[in-house]
């Protein structure tokens, strides 16, 4: 079992490991030893799959336990779904000592997150990721939010959980076309900022997604993305700069994502977006061609494509319709060397020159 500290607005504990839901009870009441309700927010693919044991888990601790599952999918990420939540809580009477638990993936993350950040002004509200991007990335770092019809995650707080708990077991139950999406954002991390895990994913990349199989090795690779995630949200929580460097890939991958109408996955849309920067760097001659091969040959060994037929202009004006924009700027995340990164400002032309330089 791995405890990373994410020492933000709130400090609390990221817990990483093997048969940790049969465990959430007891977690949660030591982050939470008041709470007297508590309102289990998940979805139709895995309540199915994990909501008993961990309503068991929680009811063994005292708490008296409300659901609220949702239609599993993008479509519900809405205020519907929001108000939903707020009415079950209202009717229920709870009160600002009791909380929320999110199980699920990042929409479930998101939207649990969010209820408890505006019910009552604020209420807390514990993070059990079960998808492998939600472990990695969405569960960590206080984001919540909504979609709206005019664009994804247009509404929502930041408002950090009390604790997060990662069983890495859940991975387990995954398609293999979800886990794949994960390790988008496991190599994110690799090519930002840790040169160790690159170096490890690289030493078990003849068995790709397999890894997953294997209990000590997912565990090391979900425990040093999130202490890469924690040490990035401490440092700036707000996003207002070393945070953006998670957007690496993600500037074009969105435009991808959301041109593909949200069919297409949003790690495999990230690893695209990462493959076409890469191309840009190298081309730009800022990244060697030799740096540029290893980064694209790791992308594919672990399932993910790094091109997309997307044109430079499609991916300009996508990117100045992105919230992420700020005044006519664009934040664009490159990388130089493998483990390392950097904020460059680009205007819409230079970014199209940018793009249009790759070696492809
Ligand atoms: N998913 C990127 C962030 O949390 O900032």
Redesign the pocket.
């Given at each position: 079992m791995i405890r990373t500290t994410v020492s933000a607005s709130r400090e609390y504990e990221v817990i990483t490991g093997s048969g940790l839901l049969s465990e959430s009870g007891k977690i949660i009441r030591s982050v939470a030893p008041n709470a007297i309700k508590a309102l289990i927010v998940t979805e139709t693919n895995v309540a199915p799959l994990y909501l008993d044991k961990v309503k068991a888990a929680v009811q063994a601790e005292g708490f008296e336990v409300y659901e609220y599952i949702f239609e599993a999918g993008e479509e519900s990420k809405n205020i519907n779904s929001i108000a939903g939540m707020w009415g079950v809580m209202a009717k229920a009477g709870f009160t600002r000592t009791d909380l929320v638990i999110a199980l699920g993936g990042g929409v479930t993350g998101d939207m649990a997150g969010f209820a408890a950040a505006s019910f009552l002004r604020g209420i807390d509200v514990v993070q059990i990721p079960t998808s492998l991007l939600a472990m990695v990335?969405?569960a960590?770092?206080g984001?919540t939010g909504i979609d709206l019809p005019e664009g994804k995650n247009q509404v929502g707080a930041f408002w950090q959980p009390s604790v997060v708990i990662e069983d890495t077991d859940c991975l387990l139950t995954l398609s293999d076309e979800k886990f794949t999406e994960g390790m988008g954002e496991v190599l994110k991390y690799a090519f930002i900022m840790d040169l160790p895990l690159y170096e490890f994913l690289r030493e078990n990349a003849s068995r790709g997604i397999a890894i997953r199989e294997d209990a000590w090795l997912k565990e090391k690779i979900v425990g040093m993305c999130v202490a890469d995630?924690a040490d990035?949200?401490s440092n700036d929580e707000h996003?207002n700069g070393r945070?953006?460097t998670?957007?690496f890939g993600h500037t074009v991958g969105h435009v991808i994502e959301r041109d593909s109408g949200f069919s297409k996955l949003h790690g495999v849309c990230v690893a695209k977006g990462m493959g076409i920067i890469i191309d840009a760097c190298e081309g730009a001659g800022t990244l060697a061609a030799e740096e540029a091969q290893k980064m694209r040959d790791l992308i594919k060994a672990y399932g993910l494509p790094v091109d997309d037929d997307i044109t430079p202009e499609a991916a300009v004006s996508g990117a100045m319709n992105d919230k992420k924009k700020r005044g006519n700027t664009l934040s664009i995340i490159v990388v130089n060397k493998i483990g390392t990164s950097e904020i460059r400002k680009m205007s819409p032309e230079e970014f199209k020159s940018f793009l249009e330089g790759a070696k492809r």
């Amino acid at each position: 079992m791995i405890r990373t500290t994410v020492s933000a607005s709130r400090e609390y504990e990221v817990i990483t490991g093997s048969g940790l839901l049969s465990e959430s009870g007891k977690i949660i009441r030591s982050v939470a030893p008041n709470a007297i309700k508590a309102l289990i927010v998940t979805e139709t693919n895995v309540a199915p799959l994990y909501l008993d044991k961990v309503k068991a888990a929680v009811q063994a601790e005292g708490f008296e336990v409300y659901e609220y599952i949702f239609e599993a999918g993008e479509e519900s990420k809405n205020i519907n779904s929001i108000a939903g939540m707020w009415g079950v809580m209202a009717k229920a009477g709870f009160t600002r000592t009791d909380l929320v638990i999110a199980l699920g993936g990042g929409v479930t993350g998101d939207m649990a997150g969010f209820a408890a950040a505006s019910f009552l002004r604020g209420i807390d509200v514990v993070q059990i990721p079960t998808s492998l991007l939600a472990m990695v990335d969405a569960a960590v770092g206080g984001k919540t939010g909504i979609d709206l019809p005019e664009g994804k995650n247009q509404v929502g707080a930041f408002w950090q959980p009390s604790v997060v708990i990662e069983d890495t077991d859940c991975l387990l139950t995954l398609s293999d076309e979800k886990f794949t999406e994960g390790m988008g954002e496991v190599l994110k991390y690799a090519f930002i900022m840790d040169l160790p895990l690159y170096e490890f994913l690289r030493e078990n990349a003849s068995r790709g997604i397999a890894i997953r199989e294997d209990a000590w090795l997912k565990e090391k690779i979900v425990g040093m993305c999130v202490a890469d995630k924690a040490d990035v949200v401490s440092n700036d929580e707000h996003d207002n700069g070393r945070r953006q460097t998670l957007n690496f890939g993600h500037t074009v991958g969105h435009v991808i994502e959301r041109d593909s109408g949200f069919s297409k996955l949003h790690g495999v849309c990230v690893a695209k977006g990462m493959g076409i920067i890469i191309d840009a760097c190298e081309g730009a001659g800022t990244l060697a061609a030799e740096e540029a091969q290893k980064m694209r040959d790791l992308i594919k060994a672990y399932g993910l494509p790094v091109d997309d037929d997307i044109t430079p202009e499609a991916a300009v004006s996508g990117a100045m319709n992105d919230k992420k924009k700020r005044g006519n700027t664009l934040s664009i995340i490159v990388v130089n060397k493998i483990g390392t990164s950097e904020i460059r400002k680009m205007s819409p032309e230079e970014f199209k020159s940018f793009l249009e330089g790759a070696k492809r």
